[in-house]
């Protein structure tokens, strides 16, 4: 069961939501993986504090020429469809941060003078946060793609007996779409604030588009109007919680510490959240 934590923005306790979810969950015996694919800023681990076992190196292949010079036919230009390699001069550059890995210049050389080469991009790290699993990956610095190492650290989540907690990428980006592309539900976390009304939108349009069933949570329900619930309502969204502002939540966010033990109302708004989120899954297997 894949469960995509997303939302519209950042900002509106996506994390918060994930993480603390992981925890109730795995204290109430679920067997639980929390997999934090927001490789561009992960932050899970330092409300989780898992005990990392593993940690290796992701990496994708790039073109390169073989040989010190080429012919010049240029097709490797010709076929590329992101402009990630330039012809010139009898030889190749390669914009590696462009390229998609698609293989297609290597094919495309009548004189087969491409190979691929792998090119280091980010780290996958595999551990343990109490009872639950805990996969985190994060993309190097200066690295523009984040899309293969999220489809990477999501693929290494198949359990089908677990339920896989997927901390998404904020926004509605290629980013964000390869985090939650296969799961069973897209829990969007949004704000009762004209920002997080607008990005809602752009969130339901992206899981809609790729077939997600929808629900949502609204934090610090209590400091906005009702034009968010109003729209969930309209769009036969199922809201399961309204979590409210709470400053000990706050405080306890800021600390990196789980205000589950901290704020009763906090704990109290998961709880229901935790419930109907499992309900939701029951009704829809
Ligand atoms: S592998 Fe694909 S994306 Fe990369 S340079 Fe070659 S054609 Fe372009």
Known sequence: MHIAVASGKGGTGKTLISTCLTHLWSNQGHPVTYVDADVEAPNGHLFLKPMVRMET??????????????????????I??????????????????????????????????LVEREREIG???LGKAG?????????????ARATPLIEAVVRRTNDSDRIVIIDAPPG??????AAVRNADLLLLVTEPTP???????????????LGINLAAVINRADLGDD???????????????????????????????????????????????????????????
């Not at 040989?67 to 036919?73: F, I, L, M, N, V």
């Not at 390229?99 to 003078?113: F, K």
């Not at 639950?132 to 690295?143: P, Q, T």
């Open 131 to 143: 009872s639950a699993d805990f996969l985190s990956g994060r993309l190097d610095i200066g690295e």
């Open 227 to 285: 034009r968010v619930g109003a729209y969930l309502r309209r769009e036969s969204i199922p809201m399961l919680a309204e979590i409210p502002f709470d400053r000990i939540v706050a405080q306890a966010y800021a600390e990196a510490c789980s205000p589950i033990d901290r704020s009763e109302s906090f704990s109290k708004a998961l709880t229901t959240l935790g419930d109907r989120v499992l309900a939701t899954m029951g009704e829809a297997s």
């Open 57 to 78: 190196r992701f990496k994708v292949r790039v073109p390169a020429l073989e040989k010190p010079r080429c012919a010049g036919h240029g097709k490797c230009q010709e």
């Open 172 to 177: 509605t980006s290629c980013s964000a779409m």
């Open 123 to 125: 780290t996958i790290s």
């Open 80 to 113: 590329c469809a992101f402009s990630a390699i330039l012809s010139a001069k009898g030889s190749v550059i390669v914009f590696n941060e462009l390229c998609h890995s698609c293989g297609a210049c290597i094919l495309a050389c009548p004189e087969q003078m």
């Open 195 to 209: 920002f997080g009304m607008h990005d809602l939108e752009l969130a339901v349009g992206m899981g809609r588009t």
